[in-house]
């Protein structure tokens, strides 16, 4: 079964940087377009990130995070990554990987992914 685990959240100060980690088992992830998304308290879920699959060289960041936020990943670990840095307490969520129903799709909206993993919490305190 596949299955999704992410890590690497915490609490840090203003201006701290983190790097999440989302790794897949079960399935070969990087066939898959793989997403961020992040839920804070009283808020809905929103897209942070997406990367393409292996051999789809495209990357998409909401505007919140672009030019702070980086995602990538390393095939041999079927893992993907969140850098993030410069973080705020506006950046204060939990944070979920997502795999896409169709492998190829490279999309920003929650719907089309049916993988989720069970979220690492951030916490940005000023």
């Known amino acids: 079964q596949a299955q999704l685990v992410e890590s690497g959240g915490g609490s840090v100060q203003a201006g701290a940087s983190l790097t999440l980690s989302c790794a897949g088992s079960?399935?070969?992830?990087?066939?898959?377009?793989m997403g961020w998304f992040r839920q804070a308290p009283g808020k809905e879920r929103e897209f942070v990130a997406v990367?393409?699959?292996?051999?789809?060289?495209?990357?998409y960041y909401a505007n919140s995070v672009k030019g702070r936020f980086t995602v990538s990943r390393e095939i041999a670990k079927n893992t993907v990554y969140l850098q993030m840095n410069s973080l705020t307490t506006e950046d204060t969520a939990v944070y979920y990987c997502?795999?896409?129903?169709?492998?190829?799709?490279?999309?920003?909206?929650?719907?089309?992914?049916?993988?989720w993993g069970q979220g690492t919490q951030v916490t940005v305190s000023s």
């Open positions: 990367i393409g699959p292996w051999n789809v060289d495209l990357t």
């Open positions: 079960g399935r070969t992830f990087s066939n898959y377009a």
């Open positions: 997502a795999a896409p129903r169709i492998p190829s799709t490279v999309t920003t909206m929650a719907k089309n992914f049916d993988s």
